[in-house]
Structure formats: structure tokens, C-alpha cells
């Protein structure tokens, strides 16, 4: 029995106790942080009130969750963060 982990950035977990080859492919227009529930997250869900897309850091910023692809930023299918 392997242990359970959080959802790996990029990818979303729409289920629980999922295998690698189950996980979704975060969706275009949409980033995917770790932990993320959705292919197409609506909400952004950290630990702090905003999320620095220039400085992320795992210490700073217990990431869970995703968002959408904000204004003046590109969000391919797969993204982990906005570019």
C-alpha cells in the first residue's frame, strides 16, 4: 500500500486515491498549485491573501488549490503557475 500525497502542481486531482496515470492535465486558462481538486479551478486557495506570481515560494506560501489565468499572464494546459 503506497501513502497517499498532495496533488502535484500542473495536474488536478478530481478524486481520491488516485494512481499517477488517473490525474488530470490542469486546463488551459486555468493553473493548477498543488493539492488542486479541479482541471478548471475557479478560486485561488493559499495561505496568504495574495499570491506573488513573480516570488512564489513553498516557505512563504502553503499553496493548495489554482485559479484562474489572470489578466496579462498566459496559462497553457499543464500550468503549474501563470507565465
Known amino acids: 500500500v ?4 498532495v496533488c502535484p502542481a ?12 488517473e490525474l488530470t492535465t ?8 498543488n493539492g488542486s481538486v479541479s482541471a478548471n479551478p475557479t478560486e485561488l486557495y493559499t495561505s496568504v491573501a ?5 516570488h512564489p515560494s513553498l516557505e512563504q506560501n502553503a499553496v493548495l488549490g489554482g485559479g484562474e489565468c489572470p489578466q496579462g499572464y498566459y496559462c497553457p494546459a499543464g500550468s503549474a503557475l501563470p507565465e
Open 26 to 33: 490542469c486546463g488551459e486558462g486555468f493553473f493548477c498549485l
Open 2 to 5: 503506497e501513502e497517499c500525497s
Open 10 to 21: 500542473a495536474m488536478a486531482c478530481e478524486g481520491v486515491g488516485l494512481r499517477a496515470d
Open 50 to 54: 495574495v499570491w506573488d506570481f513573480e
